[in-house]
């Protein structure tokens, strides 16, 4: 049985930092990309970025690149999302999730449709 643990999430005033992290269990994640979404009150889940579990391919949405970094640890078959500079339009509940290659089209996977797998959340809120 497939789980996604995120963890790390908090209150944090405007410019400060947190890392999430997202514990992967129950399969072989070799051939999948792992990737974060957050959703704010009253907003759809959005996308923040992705990273191929074996490979250094990471993509980040432009409303976070440059304050985002997402980096994994195979070992401890973890992920983490490293927020930096955070700023209270950051406040969401964010989401690890887990999508499988694309073999036909080797397309990123940056749609929520993409993810077989979703973790239970985390609440991130950022004060001004």
């Known amino acids: 049985q497939v789980q996604l643990v995120e963890s790390g999430g908090g209150l944090v005033q405007a410019g400060g930092s947190l890392r999430l992290s997202c514990a992967a269990s129950?399969?072989?994640?070799?051939?999948?990309?792992m990737g974060w979404f957050r959703q704010a009150p009253g907003k759809e889940r959005e996308f923040v970025g992705v990273?191929?579990?074996?490979?250094?391919?990471?993509y980040y949405a432009d409303s976070v690149k440059g304050r985002f970094t997402i980096s994994r640890d195979n070992a401890k078959n973890t992920v983490y999302l490293q927020m930096n500079s955070l700023k209270p339009e950051d406040t969401a509940v964010y989401y690890c999730a887990a999508a499988l290659e694309d073999y036909i089209d080797y397309t990123v996977p940056r749609t929520e449709r993409r993810y077989a797998y979703w973790g239970q959340g985390t609440q991130v809120t950022v004060s001004s």
């Open positions: 129950g399969r072989t994640f070799n051939n999948y990309y």
């Open positions: 990273i191929r579990w074996t490979a250094s391919r990471i």
